[in-house]
């Protein structure tokens, strides 16, 4: 047998054994639900099949599940996706069950058991389980406040400024088309740079097309699933060790060292000059040295801690002490540039795009902000930002139709008896919790693919379910984020819309084609026409 003939057998053996694991492990899934009493929808081979060819985008892979989970018509059922059993839950109440209400009961998100890879990674929050996360949560909160943010808001004005001036070089003073997507990049760094290195990104000092060296590394932590990257992560997932021994890692070596590098000078130049500054890295470094203690139980920390408004939540309870480290804080900055950069740029593209569309909705919205601006001689404010309403609106509505993440996670930390039912959440069970199923269902959104910021005025709020809106997730879990992103994404979008009139071009794709980034993301960029607003309009 020539050597062709070798290797052509070995892919189809290599084929042939991933159908069968594939098929065995959802046989058994399946049976694990049936004997169960709870309704199987199965692992939906056809759709994965279409996605992992690249036929469907990420997001339209979990619609399709959702369809399918509508369609059993039940509060929960069970599926696969060939690496464990899932209850995926389709009853709102339920949902505020396991993300608020008996949140002891669902703690965690799922995690590489592997032991020797991905250290950064096991440090960082969001990879945290237990007692540990608590701790690490309890300490992190009060960084997060509104008060802290406010502090802030010098960062992102700066960074939004540059932007503008950035576009205005490109676009020329008659306007034009161009692909916004790596302004809304070097933005979300250059706020993430100051933010938590308390360095200079540079990103907006470099010629259009290329990345400064923090941005180049930055961008090495995006995340695009394909058929290799899904099988990696399905041995990490399914046999720890092994991808251990194969030296499998979830993040980039280099990118890690780089960032762990730059924050332990930075750090270092601090504290040798006692030189303090209104940003992440210092409040860290505060945590670390117990300056902000007093604050663990004030109502703006419990408002982070709880994911409540009103700081009205249930706070977190660690039962030992956790320590709290240099180590700790760069694996924190990290993940901040990790959970806070794509999932920004992704609001804030989506944002233009439908601005651009609706043109009735961006006059409106100019009005507020120019009103604003005009307030303060020009200037944005830290309280204008908090005070446009209508900002707010179109905000949250992007958010609902186009929302970062498409679908969350528990995992059962202690069995669960699902109320009103025999059925039990056995512990380490994996639960899926709808995102993107529930913003486009029309049982809770009226026409919901149409892009309409009216759906967010306060009576219609009001009126709908709390959790039939959850972009940052809920409850103790939720994004820690959420405060800082939001006023962050009101700031530039604000003095985006004040510089420039946004329109489609020739090149805007209608509707946009999805890519597969682990945050929602256009596959083609996303081309939009500016034109700077004159004098003469205003
Ligand atoms: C538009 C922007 C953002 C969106 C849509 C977003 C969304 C989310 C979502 C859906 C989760 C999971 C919540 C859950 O499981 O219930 C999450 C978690 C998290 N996010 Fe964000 N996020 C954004 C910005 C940010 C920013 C700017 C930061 C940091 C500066 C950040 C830091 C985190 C962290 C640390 C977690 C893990 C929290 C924990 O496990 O306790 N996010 N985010």
Not at 166 to 180: H, N, P, Q, T, W
Not at 251 to 258: F, L, R
Not at 265 to 275: A, C, L, P, S, T
Not at 422 to 438: C, Q, R, S
């Amino acid at each position: 047998m020539g050597l062709i003939a070798i290797i052509a057998w070995l892919v189809l053996l290599v084929i042939v054994g991933i159908v069968a694991f594939f098929l065995y492990t959802d046989y058994k899934h399946g049976k694990y639900f049936r004997t169960r009493n709870v309704t199987y929808i199965g692992a939906g081979f056809p759709r994965m099949f279409r996605f992992l060819t690249g036929k469907i985008a990420l997001v339209e892979a979990e619609e399709l599940l959702w369809a399918d989970v509508k369609k059993a018509g039940k509060s929960f059922v069970g599926f696969s996706d060939l690496l464990s059993p899932t209850f995926y839950i389709a009853d709102l109440d339920l949902m505020k069950n396991i993300y608020v209400k008996d949140f002891d009961h669902f703690v965690n998100r799922r995690n590489f058991d592997t032991p020797g890879s991905d250290l950064l990674l096991k440090r960082m929050l969001i990879s945290l389980e237990g007692e540990q996360w608590k701790g690490i949560r309890t300490k992190l909160s009060p960084t997060f406040t509104t008060g802290k943010i406010k502090r802030m808001f010098g960062i992102f004005d700066k960074s939004s400024q540059l932007m503008c001036e950035y576009m205005r070089k490109r676009v020329g003073s008659a306007g034009g088309e161009f692909d916004i997507c790596e302004s809304y990049s070097k933005f979300a760094m250059d706020v993430i740079a100051s933010s938590a290195f308390g360095v200079d990104s540079k990103s907006f000092e470099c010629e259009p097309g290329v990345l400064s060296e923090f941005e180049q590394m930055g961008k090495r932590f995006q995340f695009n699933f394909n058929p290799l990257e899904f099988i990696k992560l399905m041995v990490m997932l399914v046999a720890p060790k092994f991808a251990d021994m194969l030296g499998l890692q979830a993040m980039d070596m280099e990118p890690q060292n780089y960032f762990m590098r730059v924050i332990k000078d930075v750090m270092k130049q601090r504290r040798e000059n006692g030189e303090r500054r209104d940003d992440f890295l210092q409040l860290m470094m505060d945590v670390k040295d117990g300056l902000l203690k007093g604050e663990e139980n004030s109502k703006e920390t419990l408002e982070v801690m709880t994911g409540t408004d009103d700081g009205s939540g249930a706070a977190l309870h660690s039962q030992s002490e956790i320590k709290f480290d240099d180590d700790d804080i760069v694996a924190n900055s990290v993940l901040f540039l990790i959970g806070g950069f794509d999932t920004t740029q992704s609001l804030l593209i989506f944002a233009a795009y439908n601005l651009a569309l609706e043109q009735d909705v961006q006059e409106k919205l100019l009005k507020e902000v120019k009103a604003s601006f005009d307030k303060n001689g020009g200037k944005l404010t830290y309280d204008e930002v908090l005070g446009m309403n209508y900002l707010d609106m179109v905000v949250n509505e992007t958010l609902r139709y186009m929302p970062p993440a498409a679908r969350l996670e528990r995992v059962c930390t202690k069995d669960y008896k699902i109320p009103g039912t025999d059925t039990v959440i056995e512990k380490g069970t994996v639960v899926a919790l709808p995102v993107i199923g529930i913003h486009r269902d029309e049982r809770f959104y009226e026409n919901p693919n149409k892009f309409d910021p009216e759906r967010f005025t306060p009576e219609k709020k009001a009126e709908r379910h709390p959790l039939a809106f959850a972009p940052f997730g809920h409850g103790n879990r939720n994004c820690i984020g959420m405060r800082f992103a939001l006023v962050e994404v009101k700031s530039v979008l604000a003095t985006l819309i004040y510089n420039f009139k946004l329109e489609p071009g020739k090149l805007t794709e209608i509707p946009v084609k999805f890519n597969n980034n682990s945050s929602l993301k256009p596959a083609n960029g996303m081309w939009l026409k500016l034109t700077p607003r004159i004098a003469t309009e205003e």
